[in-house]
Every structure is written in C-alpha cells, then in structure tokens.
C-alpha cells in the first residue's frame, strides 16, 4: 500500500487464504454455544483455538487438517456451515461466565513496580505523567517482560516513530516465558496523532476486544494502551462536533462513565464454553495530563477506577532518574492481595522488607526537610546513615534504566536479594556504629559501589554473587574495628 | 473543508480564499488577501476541488516564496515537475524506517548530552529575548558540514525555512545566517511575516513541508526543516477558531491544536527503502517563560524532545543558554554508542546529568546553611555544577567535535572521585577517567 497511508483503501484484517493445520475440538452430536472451543491450530508457538461466535445447534459434520478462512470448519443439523472465524462489534463487551478478583501478581520485571506497586493478573493500572516522563518507555518495558501470554498494545494518537520502534525491536527481542521472537505474542493497534481522529477513539475499542478475544481462549493478556488521554480527546473532538454540552475542560458530561466501561472490560474471569478456562485481561494505560496536572478529568475519572497509580515526576525524569515513578504519590491496592504469591515463590520476607523499605524513604523526606532548614551537621550519627541507605536505595535500587543489558527487566529474586543487600549493609552500620565506631569511618565504608554495580550483572549467576556479597557484609560486622 | 476558492472580483482581478466551515445553508470562506473591495452581490465564487496544492520541482532550491507559495524572489513560476496537496498524507509506521544517524551539531549540550538524528522532530522552546535564533543558525552551519566519519557519508543537503508571523527584520538575519553558513543555493524559504495574512499562516509550514518530503523522499536529500515561530502559528489557529465561533479549549486555544500540531510535527522521518531524510527543527516562544502553557506542553507530547533555553543561564552570560535539565532528545539512545558515536556515550550523559542535577540542588542548600554547612563531598559536586554550566554547556559561539565535547565531559568528572562514578561501566571509567 505504499509509504503513505491514503484515504479510502479497504483492506482485511484476516487473510482468507493462508491454509492452517486445523485439530478439531468437537465431533458429531455435539450441541454449539458461544465461547466453545471448536479446535485449535498453531500459529507460531502460539495454539489459537477456535471458538463459536453467534452459531447454534447439533453439530453434524467436522472439518480436520488443512483448511482456510474461506472453508467451513464443520456443519450444522440445520445445514448452516461453521466459520473458522466471527465478527464481534467493538464497542461491546464480550460476554464471560462470571467474574472473579484478581490475585495473581502480573510481574513486570520493573523493581518498584513489583516491589512497591505491584499489579495484578485481571486488575487495571494508570501511569500518568508529564511529556518526556517516561510513559512510553515504561508501557514498552512491560509489554517486553510481562509474564503474560498475549500483548495487545495500543498506540493512540502518539508518535508514529514509536510504532515503528516496536515493528522494529519486538521481532528481534525474546518472549520472557517461551524464548521465541516476541513479535508472535504481541498485537498492534497502531493509531497515531496525525490519523483520523474519528479512528482515534475506535483504536482503544479495537484493542481491547482483541484482548477479550484472547482471554475467551484461556489466555493471560495484557492490554496497554498509549495514550487513553488522546483517545479522550478524540472523544472531546467529535463531541464538540456533535455541538453536544461540553462539561469539565470540554469533555463530554459522559466521559467518566465511558473510562469506567472501559476499564471494566478488563479483569479475571472463567470463559464461556466448557472446561471452566480462565483467563484475563490487564489494562495498563498511559495517562497524558495537560501540563503535568493530575487533576485534569481524564486523570481524575481514571484513577477512581483503576487499582494502581503509578505517578509519573517531571523532577526525577530530569535528573534522570529513570522509571521515574514517584514513591510519595504511588499507591496498589492489589498489594495485599498478591503478597501471598510473592511469600510462596520469592521470600516469606517480602511484605516485611516493603515496610521497612518505605519506612527508611519516609524517614529520608523527613531528615531532608531538617537538613533544608538547619544543614547535616545537626543530624545524629544513625540519621545520617539513614540518609545514606535510603540514597541507596533509590539510587541503586529503585533506578533501572530500560536500555540496560543485565538490568532492563529484574526477575523478583534478582530484586529480592538486591534489597537484602542493601539492608544488610544498613544492619552493618548501625552494628558499627553501636561499637562506637565514628560516623565518618562508617560512613567510608567499602562497598558502597559494589552495591551501586550490583545491578549491572548477569541474571545468570545473580542469586550466587549476591549471597557472596551478603556474606562478605555480614563477616565485616563480626569482625568488628 | 479546506478547499481552497477563488473569489472572482467584478472588475476581473482574483484573490483567494478557503472553505472554513459549511451548513446546510451556508459556506464560510475565508480570504487570504485583503477582504477590502469585495462586494456581496458582485462577487463570483469559483471552488478549485482541491486544497491547496504546491507545484514541485528541484529547480525550488534557492527559491524564496510567500506563506501561500508565490515566488516573491521576482523569478519566474516554478516549471513543475508535479503538483502536491500541502495537507500531507501519514506515513504508514510499518514504512517507516527507524532514525538512526547521529547529526553533530556541534553544541555540547546536544551532541553529548540530547543528541540529534537525522529524521528526529525536535523544538527549541525559547523566551521571549533568548537566542534561539543563533542556536538555530549554529546547527545548521554545523549539520551542514557533514559528520567526521560518523555514521554514513555526508548526502545531498538541504535547507527549508518557513517564517511564521516573524518580523521582516527576524526573517531577515536569519537569511543571512543561511548565506554566511554557505547555505543559501539549497535553501527553500516560505515567508509569512508578521503582517501577512493570518490564515496563510496556517498553510505556510504545509507548503514547507511538502517541499522538504518532496525533496527527502523523491531525490534524496537530507532536508532541515527549520518553523518559527510555532507560538505565532498557534495563535492564528487560536484566531481562526474564535472566528468560527467554536467551544474554545485551555487558555483559550481550541481543542483540537494536539491533532493540529501533529499533522505538522509527525511530518519528519525517515522511510524504508528511500534514502532522504526530513528533520524538523521548530521554534517557540513559551508566553511568559511557561513550560506547561498549552503551545510548549502540547509541542512536547508530540516532538521527539526539546531542547529548553533558560533566562538563568542568560543572565549569568552563559552561551549556548540550555537548560539540560528539562531538555530530551527522545531518540538519543538511537544514534550513539559504539561504532556511531563513542562506546561510553550514554554513561557519562547519565553521569554527568545525575551530579548537575544533584549540584544545582546543593545550590540551593548551600544559600541556606552557608558553604561550612555542606559535607566536602557535597562542596565538590557543587562546584562541579559551576564548571559544567561555565564549560561543558557555556562553549560560547564556536562548534565542537564530538570528541571535544566528549572529553570536556570527563574531564569536568575528574572533579569527583572515581568510585563515585558508578553510572559508567567500570571499564569505560578506567579508560577515560586516567589517573
Ligand atoms: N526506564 C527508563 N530507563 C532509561 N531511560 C528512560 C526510561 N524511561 C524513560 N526514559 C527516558 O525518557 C525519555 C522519555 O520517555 P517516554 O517514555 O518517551 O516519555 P513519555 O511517553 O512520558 O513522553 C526516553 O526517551 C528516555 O530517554
Ligand atoms: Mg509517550
């Protein structure tokens, strides 16, 4: 079709004539419903099964092995053929049995994100954030390394440039959980700024019946969407179009309850059709406030719906550092809820060792507010090594750049034993110091920058290189002045 | 909408215009000339079909034009080779190819720490009284140069300027800064100034851009495109949409001005298989120095970064005034490291980025608690603020090398200790850092 993408040129989303390998599910007899599988063929590592759209009745005949798009996959009592595929409309919400919590984290691969924040299988997120925040960067971070089955992402309304980095990047990049090109489980709605706008607010429809579609199969999947801010505007333009009452900042008076009916196609459910499947779909959505406000309407009616806020800063994004989430703001409200997960396959520390993490970096802000005022010299020994520790944990903890080799996702236990280490060097300075050991030696200590490099080396090997560092720390209290 | 008319005047003389808006009843046009003279009764109408189109052809280089695309360098019409819609079409991301050239500009605020690539959309927010117009005219002098060994050998180049709502004497220095650079035999210029027509204005980079995708992407150059002033742009479109009467948006600017600007800035990039390249370099005026004013905020949800001139830096004499801070070039990572720039690239704009900002806050410390309040370590990073802004940013006039503003980087860390240097890999500190 060309570089340019022009008016008035159809084309389909589904090729009718490439031949698949076609296992049924069902045989004669058997009665049709929405939602039942009626086989499966391989799409690349990936087993797409095929299910009933609108179609009733006992089941006569079967189709086996080769076929197409353009071929019946079976044949009714009624004479009626049965379509390998069926056409849903996106604005609604695909049908399911019913409806469950989440409880499973979705892990992320990003620190303070799992650690801090974390999100569950099923649950919805918003990341809002000032231009240059690093919104982009942290939807594509999780695209890479979610362990999901299915990524649908969403470009609505940003750069075309950021497409192309995915079209690009993905096909060369590993699925975390198969091995095989991460391109096979990712789909792309691509809408960027300068296409229609009217495509603009159909893309997040498109996007997440896609992600419905997958889940339907029994299927973890993972909905970003980039930016849901411009398919609100695009909501606003053909609104004020309409000559509709504008409400708030000229959004339709119906935009909160379109976010929410959004949001609400997402979640945990067992699908229709046999054998109890569950499956679920995530939404993590990219928030983009006009000048960095948080209390524009679009943050707003988001946030109330959503269980997680990853807050973005415009000071940490400047001074690079990097997810430029903000801990003061941030909040989940699935932490609760997954700690059990993590307990079972990381460590029976984990929720202990947030607390004692969060706790150090609210005593930092309120040390910092006392340095501001009266200078360090007025702080006493152990506050001053809670300045030290809590920088490092934001500094060598909490930073990760996306474009780090060894650093880019950090699996729970690499991010486990990172914290471990950093603690057991706090544990060692308050030992020092309860010697009697000056603040000033304490505070010279070695490594400081092994710590700081820790995050630098191979996955493979981490746990053991770490546990050796943990041990080197812990002899050097024992060994005293 | 948008179909370009031409009012046909009783006496026989014609102006133009274009459909804004339409009713059952009713088309509103808008003139682009003077409305003066025009009589209700005895005017006549003819609709063109077409929005305005441009007329191509190589022989635009060195061409100067008006903001609708009449030659105004008392030459002839251009004998076109085709004729182009201003309005553009998407480029498809799947054609897209991904930017990937490093292009020196030879300023050490850019080059080491927000680098340009070819392909790349990134604005300059100025201040009202801030040089962004020398900046500008250093890049081009420099990017004009071609690269040193970097990256692919140096293509065809070319220049094109739209002036929107800029003064004649603005227009005017920064024409001479093309001829000075050596610039002028491949530059296009489109001028609307300051007291040409306002909805022209709207068309003007449209012209602008369809002649540098012609030149990018039919005969391969590498075609700057240089806007300013986007803020004057903004507020025409702002005029436009009050007269249309239409729901207006924040300050007043109407909602839809994020769709508009896209359709200007996305026209940069780079397409599969073609081997020109568009850049855009747009510049705007931020009202009152207003980084989150809609003109800036809206520009830099859509470019691929900004480079931020500060008044601070100005008024303490510091040249090239860039603030890094709130600077971004968002496809650095693209165009550097090893066998494109230096292997140790990406660490020491990390590193030299993380002590600046950590300086400038004991800055602010210091003015409270006094230098004697502040630990040694803290004092060094301090004064290394000083010295990065006095000669790693403050380079004055004259371009560097990349190699230059690298080591002028590493040499500034060499005010911190070693070990402290830990967003450089171990080996890059040990070979740069020296004794
Ligand atoms: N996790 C990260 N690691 C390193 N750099 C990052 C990270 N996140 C963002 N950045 C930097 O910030 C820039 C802007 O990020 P982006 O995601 O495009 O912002 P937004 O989408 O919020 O405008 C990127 O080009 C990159 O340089
Ligand atoms: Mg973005």
């Known amino acids: 079709m060309g570089p340019f993408i022009r008016a008035w040129k159809e084309m389909y989303g589904l090729d009718y004539t490439k031949r698949w390998n076609f296992t049924p599910a069902i045989k004669p007899g058997d009665e049709l419903q929405f939602g039942k599988v009626i086989g499966q063929v391989q799409e690349g590592a990936f087993t797409h099964y095929i299910l009933c759209g609108s179609e009733r009745g006992k089941v006569v005949g079967v189709a086996s092995g080769s076929v197409s798009l353009d071929e019946p996959f079976g044949e009714l009592e009624s004479g009626l053929e049965i379509p390998g595929c069926h056409e849903w409309p996106v604005r609604m919400p695909r049908p399911y049995k019913k409806k469950f919590a989440p409880s499973t984290p979705l892990v992320t691969g990003q620190r303070i994100i799992d650690f801090l924040f974390p999100l569950a299988r099923g649950g919805a997120a918003i990341i809002p954030g000032g231009f240059g925040t690093g919104k982009t960067i942290f939807e594509q971070s999780v695209a890479k390394f979610a362990d999901v089955d299915i990524v649908v992402y969403v470009g609505c309304g940003e750069r075309g440039n950021e497409m192309t980095e995915v079209l690009t990047d993905f096909p060369e990049l590993e699925d975390p959980c198969t091995g095989r090109p991460l391109m096979e489980r990712t789909v792309l709605v691509v809408n960027t700024s300068n296409m229609p706008v009217a495509a603009r607010e159909a893309s997040v429809y498109t996007g997440i019946t896609i992600a419905e579609y997958y889940r339907d199969m029994g299927y973890r999947v993972a909905l970003m969407a980039d930016s849901i801010s411009r398919w609100a505007e695009a909501l606003r333009e053909i609104s004020s179009r309409l000559e509709e009452m504008p409400g708030e900042e000229g959004y339709p008076t119906y935009l909160a309850t379109r976010l929410a009916g959004f949001y609400e196609r997402g979640g945990r459910v067992v699908c229709l059709g046999d054998g109890g499947r569950e499956g679920t779909v995530t939404i993590v959505s990219a928030v983009s406030p006009p000048g960095g406000d948080f209390s524009e309407p679009v943050t707003q009616s988001s946030q109330r719906i959503a269980g997680v806020l990853w807050a973005l800063d415009p000071d940490l994004a400047h001074r690079r550092h990097f997810p430029a989430v903000d801990w003061r703001k941030s909040y989940s409200l699935y932490a609760g809820t997954v700690d059990e997960w993590f307990r079972d396959h990381v460590s029976a520390e984990w929720p202990a060792l947030r607390g004692e993490m969060m706790g150090l970096l609210q005593r930092e802000e309120e040390l910092q507010e006392i340095v501001q005022l009266v200078g360090i010299e007025s702080l006493q020994d152990q506050e001053r090594i809670v300045l030290l520790v809590s920088g490092m944990l934001r500094e060598d903890f909490l930073r990760q750049s996306a474009f780090s080799e060894n650093d880019a996702a950090s699996h729970p236990e690499k991010t486990y034993y990172m914290l471990k280490a950093i603690l057991s060097f706090h544990s060692l300075c308050r030992e020092l110091l309860g010697k009697g050991i000056p603040v000033e030696k304490v505070l010279a200590l070695p490594f400081r920058e092994e710590l700081g490099r820790m995050k630098e080396l191979p996955a493979e090997g981490f746990r053991e290189e770490a546990l050796a560092l943990i041990g080197r720390i812990e002899a050097e209290g024992r060994a005293g002045p | ?435």
């Not at chain 2, 061409?63 to 030659?71: E, I, L, Y």
């Not at chain 2, 207006?248 to 909602?255: A, F, I, L, M, Q």
């Not at chain 2, 850049?279 to 809206?298: A, K, N, R, V």
Request: hydrophobic share 35%.
């Open chain 2, 1 to 435: 909408m948008g179909e370009m008319v031409e009012v046909l005047l009783p006496e026989g003389s014609a102006r133009r215009g274009q459909v804004i808006e339409f009713s059952d009843r009713h088309t509103v046009i808008q003139i682009l000339e003077e409305s003066t003279g025009i009589g209700v009764r005895s005017t006549r109408i003819r609709f063109t079909g077409s929005p305005a189109r441009i007329p191509l052809s190589p022989d635009i280089l060195g061409r100067r034009f008006n903001g609708a695309g009449d030659p105004v360098d008392g030459l002839p019409p251009v004998l076109p080779e085709k004729w182009e819609s201003i309005m553009g079409t998407p480029i498809n991301p799947v054609a897209r190819d991904k930017p990937s050239h490093f292009l020196r500009t030879g300023i050490s605020a850019i080059d080491g720490l927000n680098t340009l690539v070819r392909g790349q959309k990134l604005p300059i927010f100025s201040g009202a009284g801030l040089p962004a117009r020398e900046i500008a005219g250093q890049i081009l002098r420099n990017a004009g140069a071609g690269e040193e060994g970097t990256g692919e050998a140096g293509g065809k180049f070319a220049v094109v300027f739209a002036a929107l709502g800029i003064t004649y004497r603005e227009a005017n220095s920064f024409l001479e800064e093309f001829e000075q650079g050596g610039a002028g035999g491949h530059t296009v210029v489109y001028l609307n100034l300051a007291d040409d027509p306002t909805i022209e204005r709207l068309l003007t980079p449209r012209f602008a851009l369809t002649a540098a995708e012609y030149l990018a992407f039919d005969h391969g150059y590498d075609v700057l495109v240089l806007l300013t002033d986007m803020t004057s742009y903004c507020d025409s479109l702002r005029e436009v949409a009050t007269a249309r009467e239409e729901i207006p948006g924040r300050r007043s600017y109407p909602g839809y001005m994020y769709t508009d600007l896209a359709t200007i800035f996305e026209r940069a990039g780079r397409i599969r298989g073609r081997r020109g390249s568009v850049t855009q370099l747009p510049i705007l005026t931020m009202p009152d120095d207003d980084i989150t004013h809609p003109i800036p905020d809206l520009t830099g949800y859509i470019t691929e970064g900004q480079i931020v001139l500060s008044r601070e830096l100005h008024r303490k004499g510091i040249y090239p005034p860039i603030d890094v801070l709130p600077s971004l070039s968002r496809l650095m990572n693209l165009g550097i490291g090893p066998g494109k720039t230096r292997e140790d690239h990406r660490g020491l704009a990390d590193q030299l980025y993380a002590c600046y900002a950590q300086g400038r806050d004991l800055r602010r410390l210091e003015a409270i608690v006094g230098e004697e309040g502040l630990l040694e370590s803290d004092r060094r990073l301090r004064r290394f603020a000083d010295a990065f802004e006095r000669e790693f940013i403050g380079q004055g006039p004259g371009g560097r090398s990349l190699e230059e503003t690298l080591d002028a980087g590493w040499k500034l860390l060499r005010l911190l200790p070693k070990d402290q240097l830990t967003r450089i890999r171990v080996e890059h500190v040990l070979k740069y850092y020296g004794e």
